[in-house]
């Protein structure tokens, strides 16, 4: 017998072997601790599925981002939360100094934008306190912020300018510790040539809460083996 064929049927015999002993081994209910981590599992997967992005770069009106006020001005907008990354993107694009733009999401939708541009070249913040943006943000019963800021690239061929600077990092973290106090989400972009990297995410506990799909697992978890299998299997694949 061909000798390819013979460590084929090996392997299929061994991984056969020991999928059985799995399934043996895992006809149990899940545990407290199990159910606790299959639960926050399904929460992290359906937390991405929401904040999920187009990628691609797209355009903006020219004319609002020649109006766009340097010392700040809020605008109402609609724009469905998937496209906006990249629409704040093309909004910094080009742009010579750093600008920031705070948007407010609820329901998947970008209602409301805050922008205004740095003191100068190198830095950027918002003029809007973080606690007067909490404070917006539930009157409006917003779900998340999203902020953004640009840095310009003074030689694209050699430089890359995506990264968040140490600065970046801390404020976030500030802003999140803040944002989460209030139940809001927040996210974190850094905006170069029209495109857009996110580089901090924390969300808060109201926000697709853990309880909720703990009590989905625990409804069927201990009910049937078959039940039992099919979450040990969830909790690994």
């Known amino acids: 017998m061909d000798p390819a064929l013979i460590a084929i049927i090996i392997f299929l015999g061994i991984f ?50 020649k109006r766009m006020k340097p010392t700040g001005k809020f605008y109402k907008i609609n724009k469905s939360l998937k496209e906006f990354p990249s629409i704040a993107a093309a909004l910094l694009k080009y742009k010579k100094h750093e600008w920031c733009i705070t948007a407010f999401e609820k329901d998947k ?33 917003a779900i998340s912020i999203l902020t953004f800021h640009n840095h310009p690239n003074p030689d694209p061929s050699y430089l890359n300018c995506t990264n968040p600077s140490q600065q970046d990092l801390q404020s976030a973290k500030y802003r999140s510790s803040v944002l989460n106090r209030h139940n809001l989400n927040l996210l974190s972009f850094v905006c170069e040539r029209g495109r857009h990297f996110r580089y901090y995410f924390s969300s808060s506990d109201a926000f697709l809460p853990l309880p909720r799909f703990i009590e989905a697992i625990n409804e069927v978890n201990g009910k049937s083996k078959s039940k039992n299998l099919s979450l040990h299997l969830e909790r690994f694949f």
């Open 16 to 65: 056969g072997f020991l999928f059985l002993v799995f399934i043996l081994t895992h006809l149990r209910p899940l545990t407290f601790e199990e159910v606790r981590k299959l639960g926050a599992k399904r929460r992290n997967r359906e937390i991405g599925i929401y904040f999920s992005f187009e990628k691609r770069e797209t355009s903006v009106n020219k004319n609002f981002k």
């Open 109 to 141: 939708n970008v209602f409301l934008i805050w922008l205004n541009k740095g003191k100068d070249r190198k830095s950027v913040s918002s003029l809007i306190p973080i606690e007067q943006i909490a404070e917006i943000a539930n009157q409006n019963c």
